[in-house]
């Protein structure tokens, strides 16, 4: 086996050489290297220290706008909501728009009637005034009239006693002038009658007219003095109960002698026909003109 040969101070001097100049410098690289590897290491942690903390922020900033989009979307309906009830309020006054033109064309048509009633008032205030002087005026005449018909009445009734048969029998006088009651009742009275009276509709109630007419032997209807309404209802009872009655125009004391003489006459001309029920023909029109 051979012997290695030992090395001598200068082989091991190159050998140290040749180590330096290979080994050493990739030592140094090395070492670089890892220094480098160091300073990028922490670099790197600072830089993912960085990012979980930008991470985290965007995480909270996220979240912040996930709640606030919650918060928008109800926001939206609610709105959509009131929107919508909105709309159903102004389809309710757009319904009662109409109702509401209406209501104003009938404030004005009241308005209108308003005026008219109260130019109607005036016109009837004037000629209520103008009726009361005509009243006043007429009170005047019925006074001197009541006297003349007191005086007439005592030759007119002679005359008619001795034609007329009214012992017992009511004569309803509807009508008249109000002054003259005394001589109208003295003249029924003188022929054997028993005197009633109904004014005809001004102040006496139409009920009242119908009991009076029911209860009336005889009916003497002074036209000049009553209502209209007073006067078909008298036509029209006579005529459904044949009932004798004589129309006067004139209210006078001499034109109800006269139809209390029309009414004998009537009378006397039907019986003797053989009319038994003793109904006579109505409707008779006296148009004395006396006083």
Same mark, same amino acid.
């Given at each position: 086996?051979?012997?290695?040969?030992?090395?001598?101070?200068?082989? !091991?001097?190159?050998?140290?050489?040749?180590?330096?100049?290979?080994?050493?410098?990739?030592?140094?690289?090395?070492?670089?290297?890892?220094?480098?590897?160091?300073?990028?290491?922490?670099?790197?942690?600072?830089?993912?220290?960085?990012?979980?903390?930008?991470?985290?922020?965007?995480?909270?900033?996220?979240?912040? %706008?996930?709640?606030?989009?919650?918060?928008?979307?109800?926001?939206?309906?609610?709105?959509? !909501?009131?929107?919508?009830?909105?709309?159903?309020?102004?389809?309710?006054?757009?319904?009662?728009?109409?109702?509401?033109? !209406?209501?104003?064309?009938?404030?004005?048509?009241?308005?209108?009637?308003? !005026?008219?009633?109260? /130019?109607?008032?005036?016109?009837?205030?004037?000629?209520?005034?103008?009726?009361?002087?005509?009243?006043?005026?007429?009170?005047?005449? #019925?006074?001197?009239?009541? /006297?003349?018909?007191?005086? #007439?009445?005592?030759?007119?009734?002679?005359?008619?006693?001795?034609?007329?048969?009214?012992?017992?029998?009511?004569?309803?006088? %509807?009508?008249?002038?109000?002054?003259?009651?005394?001589?109208?009742?003295?003249?029924?009275?003188?022929?054997?009658?028993?005197?009633?009276?109904?004014?005809?509709?001004?102040?006496?109630?139409?009920?009242?007219?119908?009991?009076?007419?029911?209860?009336?032997?005889?009916?003497?209807?002074?036209?000049?003095?009553?209502?209209?309404?007073?006067?078909?209802?008298?036509?029209?009872?006579?005529?459904?109960?044949?009932?004798?009655?004589?129309?006067?125009?004139?209210?006078? %004391?001499?034109?109800?002698?006269?139809?209390?003489?029309?009414?004998?006459? #009537?009378?006397?001309?039907?019986?003797?026909?053989?009319?038994?029920?003793?109904?006579?023909?109505?409707?008779?029109?006296?148009?004395?003109?006396?006083?």
């Amino acid at each position: 086996m051979p012997i290695a040969p030992v090395p001598t101070a200068q082989t !091991a001097l190159a050998n140290m050489a040749f180590f330096e100049a290979s080994v050493y410098p990739r030592l140094h690289a090395a070492k670089a290297l890892s220094e480098e590897h160091a300073v990028l290491g922490r670099e790197l942690g600072r830089v993912q220290q960085r990012m979980t903390r930008v991470m985290a922020e965007k995480a909270a900033e996220l979240q912040q %706008v996930q709640g606030e989009l919650v918060r928008t979307r109800a926001r939206v309906v609610a709105k959509d !909501a009131q929107i919508a009830f909105l709309q159903q309020d102004l389809a309710a006054l757009q319904d009662s728009f109409a109702e509401f033109e !209406a209501h104003r064309r009938l404030q004005r048509r009241l308005q209108d009637q308003q !005026a008219r009633s109260q /130019v109607l008032e005036q016109q009837n205030a004037d000629l209520r005034r103008r009726l009361a002087a005509a009243e006043r005026a007429g009170a005047l005449a #019925t006074a001197g009239l009541a /006297v003349a018909g007191a005086a #007439t009445a005592t030759t007119v009734a002679p005359a008619v006693v001795e034609s007329v048969g009214l012992q017992h029998k009511v004569v309803l006088c %509807v009508g008249g002038r109000t002054g003259s009651l005394a001589s109208y009742r003295d003249v029924v009275e003188r022929v054997g009658g028993q005197f009633a009276h109904h004014d005809g509709g001004l102040e006496d109630s139409h009920n009242v007219l119908d009991a009076s007419l029911a209860a009336a032997d005889l009916v003497i209807c002074q036209t000049g003095c009553i209502s209209h309404n007073a006067y078909w209802k008298v036509k029209d009872f006579c005529k459904r109960t044949g009932k004798q009655c004589v129309f006067v125009e004139n209210p006078s %004391v001499s034109s109800l002698a006269r139809g209390l003489e029309t009414i004998s006459i #009537t009378i006397a001309n039907a019986t003797p026909a053989g009319r038994s029920d003793g109904a006579v023909e109505t409707g008779i029109q006296v148009t004395a003109g006396a006083t």
